[in-house]
């Protein structure tokens, strides 16, 4: 089985892609898959190439250009012949390629939270011409993986037809060491800056209610987003911003950090909150997130989108007993384990494998 995966920008630009689809790619080819990974690189990437391991990289330039379109890359592809090329994202060059895709190679698409009625909402002038073209016809021959069964629900709401070609697996993450450090202080945010993770009114909320706890930002996003995110919190006692963190930086930081706060509008399945679960934060998350399943165990701490309820969570978060702390620090990392990389590579792996052996769309 030859698989491609494609991610139309393969750096930390990406955003959550970077390192849900390099952990996936790996994972598959540590089982002994034949993986090959395809996407745009940006000036400048070489220090972003570590995630993607020893994994055989097929790339072309992005230049300026977001949408990341290359007809060499089209032409890779169809001399290639995969038996899978797995599409991550849409409304971009990949829903060209999976729309495309040489005759024999089944097309498996992620939307990766860009079915999301948050997304869709979005310059609806430019989706709907782009979706007639492009990601109907390919949603039209595809099986979709869904992160969740919130994704799934919004798929289907899309495109019912999908209905027989649908099914749901979660992102994955890294086991974290066992042997992490235990004095844990203040809160953390780590991921994309963006205006759907609401970080700006993040920080102001922070700084309004909060009586003792730090929050560090620790992130990167567009120039003009991230600088808007270092001034204001330049200057706050109880907000710092760092940059961007990667690597060993990031693991102390995840582990160093009590609570871990994702206030997100609109999510796929965001790999910070797993790497957070994973290192023994305790989760505070909107229902964006789509992790039910940690509300339910009482593993994570729900908070409103609209900050409502932002002052009365700062107490409870505030007047935490260091008992409980660890009593929840250890439910995060128990809750990570369905999400350790192995078995999400396998189970894709079978999926795949059910796909080639059925009927063709």
């Known amino acids: 089985m030859r698989i491609v995966h494609y991610s139309t920008r393969l750096g930390r630009s990406a955003g959550g892609l970077y390192h849900s689809v390099s952990g996936l790619a790996r994972a598959m080819a540590n089982l002994g898959a034949e993986v090959m990974v395809a996407g745009g690189h940006e000036n400048g990437s070489a220090d972003e190439k570590h995630v993607w391991g020893k994994l055989p990289l097929l790339t072309h330039p992005l230049g300026h250009s977001r949408y990341g379109f290359s007809l060499s890359m089209q032409a890779e592809i169809a001399q290639l012949k995969p038996d899978i090329l797995h599409v991550h994202g849409i409304w971009s ?48 021959r595809a099986h979709v993986h869904a992160l969740s069964e919130h994704e799934a629900a919004a798929a289907l709401a899309y495109m019912p037809s999908l209905a027989d070609r649908i099914f749901t697996l979660p992102n994955g993450v890294e086991p974290a060491l066992a042997t992490e450090p235990q004095n844990r202080s203040g809160a953390l945010y780590l991921g994309r800056l963006h205006e759907k993770k609401q970080v700006l009114p993040l920080v102001d909320a922070w700084e309004q209610h909060s009586k003792r706890t730090v929050l560090t930002v620790a992130g990167w996003g567009e120039p003009e987003y991230e600088s808007e995110v270092a001034a204001r919190c330049k200057g706050q006692k109880r907000v710092r911003f760092v940059g961007a963190l990667g690597g060993e930086s990031k693991a102390q930081a995840l582990s160093a950090a009590s609570f871990f706060v994702l206030p997100s509008l609109s999510e796929g399945l965001p790999m910070a909150a797993l790497e957070a679960l994973s290192h023994g934060c305790i989760p505070i998350l909107t229902e964006a997130c789509h992790l039910p399943q940690l509300f339910a165990a009482d593993v994570a701490l729900r908070m409103e989108p609209d900050f409502s309820d ?35 590579a396998r189970s894709m792996l079978d999926h795949y494998a059910r796909i080639l052996d059925g009927p063709r769309p």
């Open 93 to 140: 060059a990949g829903s060209i390629h999976g729309r495309f895709a040489p005759s024999g190679t089944k097309v498996v698409v992620s939307p990766r939270g860009m079915l999301d009625p948050w997304i869709l909402a979005r310059k609806p002038w430019l989706k709907r011409p782009h979706a007639a073209l492009f990601e109907r016809p390919m949603l039209g």
């Open 310 to 344: 932002f002052p009365a969570l700062l107490v409870r978060m505030e007047g935490m007993s260091d008992a409980e702390k660890t009593a929840r620090s250890a439910r995060a990392r128990e809750a990570a384990r369905p999400f350790f990389w192995p078995d999400i």
